[in-house]
């Protein structure tokens, strides 16, 4: 079973920056096997697709919202990958969620993440960016 552990969220004024790290772990659990994304979602509305990267350290995809701003890495040797989160605005404040999936069926890292299409999930990590 694949485990994921989501670090970096805290407080920040509009403008400022915050970096997410996501640590996979589990039996066979290599980063480079899975297509990997982030999400974020606040009370009363659904989960949504931040950024996503294809398995293998394939394509990258954003939401309009943070093209621009938000950038999407990983280090496949030490199973982490992180959400670059710069400029940020006070829409931005969410509960922020990593996950990976492993690609049996379709790529879920196309046209638009979707948060069915992950198998496994981090906790989540709170960001607040007040005004």
């Known amino acids: 079973q694949v485990r994921l552990v989501e670090s970096g969220g805290g407080e920040v004024h509009a403008g400022g920056s915050l970096r997410l790290s996501c640590v996979g772990s589990g039996p066979s659990f290599f980063l480079n096997y899975y297509s990997i994304a982030w999400f974020r979602q606040v009370p009363g509305k659904e989960r949504e697709g931040v950024s996503c990267?294809?398995?293998?350290?394939?394509?990258?995809l954003y939401a309009d919202s943070v093209k621009g701003r938000f950038t999407i890495s990983r280090d496949k040797d030490r199973n982490t990958f992180f959400l670059e989160m710069n400029n940020l605005k006070p829409d931005d404040t969410a509960v922020y969620y990593c996950a990976v999936d492993p690609v049996r069926g379709p790529e879920p890292c196309y046209i638009r993440p979707t948060a069915e299409d992950f198998a496994s999930w981090g906790q989540g990590t709170q960001v607040t960016v007040s005004s």
């Open positions: 990267m294809r398995r293998g350290g394939g394509s990258t």
